[in-house]
């Protein structure tokens, strides 16, 4: 048990306990604004059609979805950040009130593909964290047996970049058996886990935007504006 009579290092003009009134903030009406990313450019792209397969899904649930189309996004760095792929890719991140990252695992990890849109997005810009305090949903589609390297991996990238990594997720093995020739994922388990994953997403999503701000407002970086506002000019 903490020693009630040691004290507390905190800077009492920077800190606030939590509140729990704070966290009920009015919603807003509009549908949960959605944007879905896949990590494949081939023709037939099993994370693209797992990917659109969520995406109807949500539509159902009454999301409104983006669908980001990797093809032409430059490497990291190859181009600069006026480059027209990563402007698009940055006002769909900034748009976006949660995320579905959708990739293939290879050589045991997830894809450039998806790597590289991930890297395009900013951990901070212009003042703002264009994905600090959204919702997270990861899936992955594979060539042969289960796997959980790749959802595992974008999980680590979504908290690396403030994310809300809701608890769910969906790994599809063999993942060329799941799908008929029009693209449309035929009835297993994990199409219902699929359900699943969406229905979560959507669940923490309209649960947490409105409170979005409250919940990743931190002491430290108060206290590091304070400071700084402080100095001399």
């Not at 040691?6 to 903030?25: C, I, T, W, Y």
């Not at 991996?153 to 769910?168: E, S």
């Not at 060329?176 to 449309?184: M, V």
Request: with cysteine; aromatic share 8%.
């Amino acid at each position: 048990m903490p020693n009630p009579e040691l004290p507390v290092q905190l800077d009492p003009a920077h800190f606030s306990r939590p509140d729990a009134a704070a966290l009920f903030q009015p919603g807003s009406d509009h549908p949960a604004r959605i944007l879905m990313l896949y990590g494949s450019l081939r023709v037939r792209s099993y994370s693209r059609l797992l990917t659109e397969e969520a995406a109807r899904l949500l539509a159902a649930m009454g999301a409104e979805v983006r669908i980001f189309n990797p093809i032409g996004l430059p490497l990291p760095d190859e181009e600069s950040e006026a480059h027209p792929k990563v402007l698009e890719l940055r006002e769909l991140a900034r748009w976006s009130e949660g995320m579905v990252w959708c990739s293939p695992e290879r050589h045991g990890a997830l894809t450039g593909v998806m790597k590289a849109q991930i890297d395009w997005i900013p951990l901070f810009a212009g003042g703002t964290r264009p994905t600090q305090g959204k919702t997270l949903a990861v899936m992955e589609v594979c060539g042969g047996v289960h796997s959980f390297n790749a959802v595992n991996q974008m999980r680590q990238q979504g908290r690396w970049m403030r994310m809300i990594a809701i608890p769910n997720q969906v790994s599809v093995p063999a993942a060329f058996n799941e799908f008929d020739e029009a693209g449309l994922m035929l009835p297993s388990e994990y199409y219902d886990r699929t359900v699943d994953l969406m229905e979560e997403l959507i669940k923490f999503t309209l649960l947490t935007r409105g409170a979005s701000p409250y919940l990743t407002d931190r002491y430290s970086e108060r206290k590091k504006r304070a400071e700084k506002a402080a100095k001399p000019a």
